[in-house]
């Protein structure tokens, strides 16, 4: 397979062992991760050639960042390392029972964020690529960030590059004056593939779904597909939390007017949700290289999705063989 390009922001991340709350912690557990990034790691690891464009303060803190992703098999050498800027942070507060997970941000005048778009020659840096992914909190950070999103998918397009993205619509990220109702639809116009939800589309293209669950995946397929002719194929997932400590999840994937759906996965007890929508469209992207059927690639995306909630960091630790186990009906998990 060809190689996989991401492109975003890469932060540390901060987070208080097992339930503590932040302001009574002692300590704080460091990992990194960004949506972009976490999808390369995920296909790294799983032996897919991939390479993460970012850009890093040039201090140890966005040394220890970059070095993260290279542990996991990254190429980090097309990122910028570049003065006068911060690596952003994020801290995580693991909720538990009635008390759900928190997340404070703490990224404003990051390194990324002050990106110069100039500087990535995207022609030059996808000459090798077969798939750029990128996620909606990229343009979202800053205009020059969404300038430099356009500018890729733009080179993408000429290069005959799959594009995909994740289009992860996060309202509390929008902060710099241009709105993502305004700058999504056209950087989604040139993607092939996005994993979208009903709210996502409604929130960021207007667009109505049918109200009930699968028919409202695919009225929403239908509508984004018919607006954006470039996109052919649709996923997401549906969750289902039937009480505190049931959650499952299943795969949907509308793809030129055909519906697929996987059964439920059970994702309980949640060790660490964070990345499992990054887990899903990495292991779409294995599953769209290694297998014949669009069924296989869905599964092995819920699979891996599911198995990532058991992990802890953002990213998606698992090997192809742990899914394909379970694809094959065995979920007991019995040893391989
Ligand atoms: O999808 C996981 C991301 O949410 C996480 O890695 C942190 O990039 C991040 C963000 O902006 O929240």
Known sequence: MKQVVTFGEVMMRLSPPLNYRLPQTATLEVTYGGGDANVAAALAQMGVPAAHVGVFPANELGYAAANHLRRYGVDMSRC????????GLY???????????????DRADSAFANLDPAAFNW?????DAGWLHWTGITPAISAAAAQA????????????ITVSADVNYRRNLWQYGQKAQDVMP?????CDIVVCTEGDAD?????????????GFISMSQQLTQRFPQIKRVIATRRQTQSASHERICGLLWDQGEFFETPFYDISPVVDRIGGGD????????????YESREQALSFATIASALKHTIHGDINLVAPAEVEHLMQGNLTGRLL
């Open 279 to 290: 887990s899903f469209i990495s292991g779409f992207i294995y599953g769209d290289a290694h």
């Open 186 to 190: 056209d950087l989604v116009a040139g």
């Open 80 to 87: 910028l390392f570049t003065e006068g800027h911060r690596l």
């Open 91 to 105: 801290f995580l507060e693991v909720g538990a029972s009635l008390r759900p997970s928190r997340i404070v941000y």
């Open 203 to 215: 929130d960021l293209f207007g667009i109505k779904a049918e109200e009930n669950s699968d028919n």
């Open 123 to 127: 022609d030059e840096l996808l000459k």
């Open 149 to 160: 999103t356009a500018d890729a998918i733009a080179a993408a397009r000429r290069l005959g």
